[in-house]
């Protein structure tokens, strides 16, 4: 029996690009344990649903080719029977480059909220063109996680 990795791998063809801004939706990103029925379910179209994890890591990666300031975040929703968000930072980290410093914004996630939360815009300056990598982390509190939605992340240019 092959092995099966236990990681999502983005398909980029889930990566929308209009102009100045990029839509990802979820088979777009990669997902940290997402080949894993246990602790994700990531459908052909539609939110990725978070079961299960410790540790939480979505990211992506787009190429930019215009200077300016691009602002990152992630459209998710908490479920209703969400656990283990409560006290707990989730950061939307983004780089230039793959050795770039990271810059990252905390944000809070409501428990058990049953809308759509724009989790805040993280604005990364850019110079010439290169990838910009980025990502939703929750990986150091090492409570169980779930319940969660990631409808889509978005980079979009400022200026």
Not at 29 to 49: F, H, K, T
Request: aromatic content about 10%; hydrophobic content about 35%.
């Amino acid at each position: 029996m092959p092995f099966k990795k236990p990681h999502h791998t983005s398909d980029k063809s889930c990566m929308k690009e209009d102009e100045d801004k990029f839509k990802i939706f979820p088979r777009g990103l990669n997902i940290v344990w997402g080949n894993d029925s246990r602790y994700w379910r990531i459908p052909e179209e539609g939110p990725a649903e978070l079961i299960q994890v410790s540790w939480l890591e979505v990211s992506g990666v787009v190429p930019i080719t215009k200077a300016g300031t691009y602002s990152v975040s992630f459209e998710v929703k908490v479920k209703e029977d969400g656990f283990g968000w409560r006290d707990t930072d989730v950061l939307v980290m983004a780089k230039i480059g793959r050795s770039g410093k990271y810059k990252y914004q905390a944000n809070r996630l409501s428990l058990g909220q049953n809308n759509v939360i724009p989790v805040k815009q993280l604005e990364i300056p850019v110079v010439g063109s290169s990838d910009l990598h980025f990502g939703l982390y929750e990986v150091w509190s090492g409570k169980w996680k779930g319940g969660l939605e990631i409808i889509k992340a978005v980079v979009q240019r400022l200026n």
